[in-house]
C-alpha cells in the first residue's frame, strides 16, 4: 500500500553510529536465550543509539520492549528503575512519533510485562497492528498475553500465525518451545528446539533447553550427553544452572562445585541476584556432596547476597523463591516458609498461570524439607496437575520423573502419598 511504501522509505535516523547501535541492540533481541548476557548487550546498544539521536523513535520503542522483557523474566534486574525506564522509553517513542507502530506495541508490551495489565496491553497490540499489518510481532505478543492468562488454544494459534510470517524468527521458536514445555507436551518441544538448532546450529541455550526437557522425563544419560561439551559462562544463567541441576540429580556434583567455585570467585556485579542465585546452587551441591559445612557457609553468603537486592527488587518472585530455599537450607524454617507464601502472594496464579506455578513448588520443596509433609503433598498435587513453570528451572514445570530423582523430596520417599505422586503417568 502507499502507507507502507511511505513506511519504508522514511528513514528512522540520519544519524548512521545511531543506527549501526540499534541494529546491534536488535541483532541481540532476536537470540534464543532469555539471559543476562542478550538483555544487558541489547539494552547498552539501545541506550547508546538514543544518547546518540535522542529523536530516534524506534530505538527508543526497541529499549523500552528490552527493558520490559527483562523486567518481566529477570534476565535483568527487576528494579522499580528498569520499570521507570521501560515506561519512559515507551512515552518518549510514541510522543516522538504517534503513528510509529513500534511505538504502541512498546506501550501494551510495558502494559503486558510490567503492569500484567493485559486488557490494556491488548488493546494498544490492536491499535498497533493497524499500523503493522503484515509484521510477526502482533501475533507472537498475543501469544504471550492469552499464555499469561491460561489462554493455551489461542495462544497456540497465534504462535503458529507469528511464524508463518517469519519462520527463522528462533526468538519466537524459543518461545513456542517454552509453551509446550510449560504444558508438559515435550516431544513437541523438543521438535521446535531441533527447528532452532536447524538455524544455529551448537546454540548453548537451546542445546541446555533440551536437556532441562530430558531431565524433566528422567532420561538423565541423554540430558548428560547433551550438556557435557557445554561451557556457559555465568550470564547464561538458565544453561548453568541447568548442568549444576544435573549433577545434583545424578548425585555426583563434584566437578561443578569446582566450576561453581571459579565463577563466584570473580562475579560480574551486572548479574545482581543471580549471583547470590548461583550461590545456592553451590551450597546445595556442596550438601549433596555431603560438604555440609561448606554448604552452611555458601548459604549464609548466598542469603547476604540475596537479602541485599530484595528492598530494590520487592515483586522479585525468583529472589523470593531463592531467599526461601536458601534459608530452608541454613534450617530457618519460620523464615523459610513465611518467603514462601510472600512469593505466593507477589505471583498468584490468578495473574500469570505461566509462572504461578514456580512458587507453589518452591513451597512444596520448602515443606518437604522441614518437616511439613502434608503440606508438602497438598502443593506438589497442585503443581502437577496445571501448567506452568518451574521453581529451580525458569522453563520447565516439575513432574513425576523430577520428583523420583531430585534429593531435595528425599524427606518424603517413604509417604505413600509421594509414592504415588511418583508413579502417576509421564504426560504424553
Sequence with gaps: TGKEEQAIAAKPTDNPEAYDAYLRGLAYTLKTGNNPANALAAQKYLREAVRLDPKFALAWALLSNVDARGYLVGSLQPTVALREEARQAAETAFTLQSHLGEAMLAKGYYHYACLKDYDAALRYFEQARQFLPNSSRIPEVLAYVTRRQGEWGRSESYFNEAERLDPRNVQLLTNQAYSYSALRRFPEALRKFDQVLNIIPDDVDTLAYKAAILQAEGDLPRAAALLAPLRPTADHTSALE????????????????????????????????????????????????????????SW?????????????????????????????????????????????????????????????????????????????????????????????????????????????????????????????????
Aim: a negative charge; proline letters at 8%.
Design 300 to 428: 549464609r553468603e548466598a542469603r547476604s547476597e540475596l537479602e541485599s537486592f530484595l528492598k530494590e527488587q520487592p515483586d522479585n518472585s525468583t529472589l523470593i523463591g531463592d531467599l526461601a530455599l536458601t534459608n530452608m537450607g541454613l534450617g530457618d524454617k519460620a523464615a523459610a516458609l513465611a518467603l514462601s507464601e510472600r512469593g505466593i502472594a507477589v505471583l498468584p496464579i490468578e495473574k500469570d498461570v505461566v509462572t504461578g506455578a514456580a512458587p507453589i513448588e518452591t513451597l512444596a520443596r520448602v515443606a518437604a524439607q522441614t518437616g511439613e509433609p502434608d503440606r508438602a503433598i497438598a502443593a506438589l498435587q497442585q503443581v502437577l496437575s496445571i501448567p506452568g513453570t518451574g521453581a529451580l528451572d525458569k522453563y520447565l514445570p516439575l513432574t513425576p520423573a523430577l520428583l523420583r530423582l531430585d534429593p531435595m523430596f528425599d524427606p518424603l520417599r517413604n509417604d505413600r502419598r509421594f509414592q504415588k505422586l511418583v508413579a502417576s503417568p509421564a504426560p504424553k
Design 242 to 297: 541447568t548442568q549444576v541441576y544435573q549433577a545434583i540429580l545424578e548425585r555426583r556434583p563434584a566437578q561443578i562445585i569446582s566450576r561453581l567455585k571459579e565463577i563466584l570467585a570473580k562475579p560480574d556485579p551486572a548479574l545482581g541476584y543471580h549471583n547470590g542465585a548461583l550461590r545456592f546452587w553451590l551450597g546445595w551441591a556442596q550438601d549433596v556432596a555431603g560438604d555440609h559445612a561448606a554448604a552452611q557457609e
